[in-house]
């Protein structure tokens, strides 16, 4: 399973999300749902594809669990600025649930 961050390598280089889209060939659906997380794993190709439109390497389009708690403090954030029940808020928890339940599942291998 994989955890991206391209959303916010995008949002950080202001492009937007039909940007991405021309220069990859890819839908907006389908890019929507890898920067949201709701599909865990796509191609070699098609990661390439991404880091070569926002001009990062590979490896930068991912999450760790070494960023745990550094989105824990994004999330104290994000919670002062837009409240508890914001979706922002809600998107940022469900990305460190899913970081804390990879983590888990490593340390279980």
């Known amino acids: 399973m994989f955890i991206f961050v391209i959303k916010k390598i995008r949002n950080q280089k202001r492009m937007k999300l039909n940007e991405i889209c021309e220069k990859t060939k890819l839908s907006r659906s389908y ?60 998107e940022m928890s469900r990305l460190i649930d899913s970081l804390i339940n990879l983590s888990y599942k490593q340390k279980r291998i």
């Open 31 to 90: 890019l929507t749902k890898l920067e949201n997380n709701h599909l865990n794993t796509c191609s070699l190709e098609t990661l390439k594809k991404i880091s070569d439109a926002i001009e990062v390497n590979i490896k930068d389009l991912f999450y760790t669990t070494d960023d745990i708690e550094d989105l824990k403090e994004e999330l104290n954030e994000i919670v002062d600025e837009h409240g508890l029940n914001s979706e922002e808020a809600l």
